[in-house]
């Protein structure tokens, strides 16, 4: 009978002492801590869609852009240039009356 | 605030109300851990992982039972599991300097023999089966009611009752060696 109270008591102390036992103070900080960094990580995880993203759309506007500029040219009034580059042309005479005219 | 109304919170969106759920809960957590595991830096491990795996899976949290309840469970599969993996690793290490021992006039002797004793204990508690050893964790350690630990473990109070005198009796055996009569 004594040798079971004994044993009890042993496994009773045991148990007292290890309730005993605190937890580090910052244990809910921590959780949170890992928590913050957790909502960051999955925000960064979006970052590889945002990229190709921006990256999509920096080509669509250098394309837009490109097309936009292109479309600015005006030949109209490029005639007596083209008439001077091109030797297949008739001589454009206005265009030496004006320089002598100068 | 009610454990309900902080959950609501949490789940449309204010993180903050998780912490004082996890500052109710953190040292009945961290109890019931440090009762399987017998380590308090494995506990504290464990118990910060608890409290990540319920906030990450607050949403399945139906409310059908207490709140505690389901930590408590969420707690307990995450201590044996990490038991289970740490032996299939075999990196059982001993546990020198677990027991923070006062700071008491003892002679060399006694102290010795107090600290096999308290390391068979540890053996004697780890070496039952796991059932047994939940319901004794959660009686002892926790000091729940039958109903409470009958509702954590999903079986019947009659089974609870059961499992801490089979748990008592096998301590009781392992441990009968302890004290040799003369």
Redesign the interface.
Known sequence: MN??N???L??E???V?????E??PF??T???A???N??QQNVKRLSPVLRAAIVSFGFAAAVFVGFAAGNLYNTEDKKAEVVLVNDDAMEHFAFYKDIENE | MQDAELIQNVLSGNQKDYEQLVKKYQTNVFRTVIGILHNKEDAEEITQDVFIKAYQSLSSFSGKSAFSTWLYRIAINASISYLRKKKRRGLWVELTGFFQIQAKEKSAEAELTEKSGQHLVRQAIDGLPDKQKLAFVLTKYEELSQRQVAEILQITEGAVEQLVVRAKVNLRKKLAGVFREP
């Open positions: 040798k079971r004994d044993v009890d042993l496994v102390q045991f148990i002492e290890e309730k005993s036992i937890h580090n244990l809910s921590r959780v949170m890992v928590l913050d957790k909502k």
